[in-house]
T-cell receptor, first 116, second 119 residues
């Protein structure tokens, strides 16, 4: 596979469930990101990892727990979510988190999460 | 204050015509980068074009060009010869920095513009 992949593509869960979203990048990048995209809201940055170290954590509720075991994989562990957490969760990667030219982000297709 | 402003929630264009999607930004950092991404209904964000703040010429990539007006802090995307497949959400993003103690450069996204191309 190439690029950035995300699994599952769709997830329906109850508020008491525990689930995990998986992201994998095959681009040799050193930075990975989680974003939340809700209807009629800007893209919200949740977490950023650089070389497996978390470098950004934007006041995300503790019911979202990220994990980056290596530079190719990123997980988002979910537990006791709320209905307002229903959204499209996008994973992205980039070469690094520097300000060098380009260094554009490559996005996965997203996981459409519905919390009942 | 918003860092990236996209004032057009929705735009319509006739196939084969050109369309301009607006983006204004706010920064006091002399060094920054501007990006445009396309998001089709499938969900995946696709990188289109990049403009660095020190670039002398406007960026172009195939049918996409960026009308960069630094003094006005605008970075409008121009799509020439629109195609039906161009129908999508378009996001403008700016990377400035560094952020926090780690010195990372993290892009900020606008709210997006929905483009519909009519046959």
């Amino acid at each position: 596979e190439t690029g950035v992949t995300q699994t599952p593509r769709h997830l329906v869960m109850g508020m008491t469930n525990k689930k995990s979203l998986k992201c994998e990048q095959h681009l040799g990048h050193n930075a990975m990101y989680w974003y939340k995209q809700s209807a009629k809201k800007p893209l919200e940055l949740m977490f950023v990892y650089s070389l497996e170290e978390r470098v950004e954590n934007n006041s995300v509720p503790s019911r979202f727990s990220p994990e980056c075991p290596n530079s190719s994989h990123l997980f988002l562990h979910l537990h006791t979510l709320q209905p307002e957490d229903s959204a499209l969760y996008l994973c992205a990667s980039s070469q690094d988190v520097s300000g060098s030219s380009y260094n554009e982000q490559f996005f996965g297709p997203g996981t459409r999460l519905t919390v009942l | 204050a918003q860092k990236i402003t996209q004032t057009q929630p929705g735009m319509f264009v006739q196939e084969k015509e050109a369309v301009t999607l607006d983006c204004t930004y706010d920064t006091s950092d002399p060094s920054y980068g501007l990006f445009w991404y396309k998001q089709p209904s499938s969900g995946e964000m696709i990188f289109l074009i990049y403009q660095g703040s020190y670039d002398q010429q406007n960026a172009t990539e195939g049918r996409y060009s960026l009308n960069f007006q630094k003094a006005r802090k605008s970075a409008n995307l121009v799509i020439s010869a629109s195609q039906l497949g161009d129908s999508a959400m378009y996001f403008c993003a700016m990377r400035e920095g560094p952020h926090g103690s780690g010195g990372s450069y993290i892009p900020t996204f606008g709210r997006g513009t929905s483009l519909i191309v009519h046959p």
